[in-house]
């Protein structure tokens, strides 16, 4: 199984927004509505942002949002902060019952 | 609050083997099917299987296939992980994780601390 492709850096400016993709195939990210995406600061374990395509668990800012489109999924921060600097992975539930991690991007808030 | 608490650091040398414990506490051990992943340096994280501690049955990613075994006491609220026959690509932090609802095998949402296997000759 493949890791789902992903921008390897993502940048931006307090306050913009920006968007992160997420590209697999029909077995994993477009054919299922089981797509989570990941924040992860340098040493830290990776927080959910992101479940079921679009849902925000609570305690999570609503300048996170997800959605998508065919075999590619995306998540958007908006309002961008100087906390949202980490990286972010997204994953799929996969045909073959297992899992499957995006290659990561590196947000940058400039 | 829920709470997942992985064993110490770990050293092995090439073709040993490494067990990395996960002590749950906080919900009904049983209702939540776990997870294990690693990540290497620099790298995402890398699936790796799921156990249900519940009945014991296990699902492994096919790279790990013959090497891993995962397991749960359910006594003691504690899954493990053992790989056999480490190499140097297996130097890495191993995290275990909870999914987020009861009988669901996924997303996973609570993570333990992680723990460091080197492996180094």
């Known amino acids: 199984q493949s890791a789902l492709t992903q921008p390897a850096s993502v940048s931006g400016s307090p306050g913009q927004s920006i968007t992160i993709s997420c590209t697999g195939t029909s077995s994993d990210v477009g054919g299922y509505n089981y797509v989570s995406w990941y924040q992860q600061h340098p040493g830290k374990a990776p927080k959910l942002m992101i479940y079921?395509?679009?849902n925000r668990p609570s305690g999570v800012s609503n300048r996170f949002s997800a959605s998508k489109s065919g075999n590619t999924a995306s998540l958007t921060i908006s309002g961008l902060q100087a906390e949202d600097e980490a990286d972010y992975y997204c994953?799929?539930?996969?045909?073959?019952?297992?899992?499957?991690f995006g290659t990561g991007t590196k947000v940058t808030v400039l | 609050q829920v709470q997942l608490v992985q064993s110490g650091a770990e050293v092995k040398k090439p073709g040993a083997s490494v067990k990395v414990s996960c002590k749950a506490s906080?919900?009904?051990?049983?209702?939540?099917?776990m997870h294990w992943v690693r990540q290497a340096p620099g790298q995402g994280p890398e699936w790796m299987g799921i156990?249900?501690?519940?009945?014991?049955?296990?699902s492994y990613a096919q790279k790990f296939q013959g090497r891993v075994t995962m397991t749960r006491d359910t006594s003691t609220s504690t899954v493990y992980m053992e790989l056999r026959n480490l190499r140097s690509e297996d130097t890495a932090v191993y995290y275990c994780?909870?999914?987020?609802?009861?009988?669901?095998?996924?997303?996973?949402?609570?993570w333990g601390q992680g723990t460091l296997v080197t492996v180094s000759s």
């Open positions: 906080g919900y009904t051990f049983t209702s939540y099917y």
């Open positions: 079921d395509v679009s």
């Open positions: 994953s799929s539930y996969t045909s073959s019952s297992t899992l499957v």
């Open positions: 156990i249900n501690p519940s009945g014991g049955s296990t």
């Open positions: 994780a909870r999914v987020r609802q009861s009988a669901h095998v996924f997303p996973v949402d609570y």
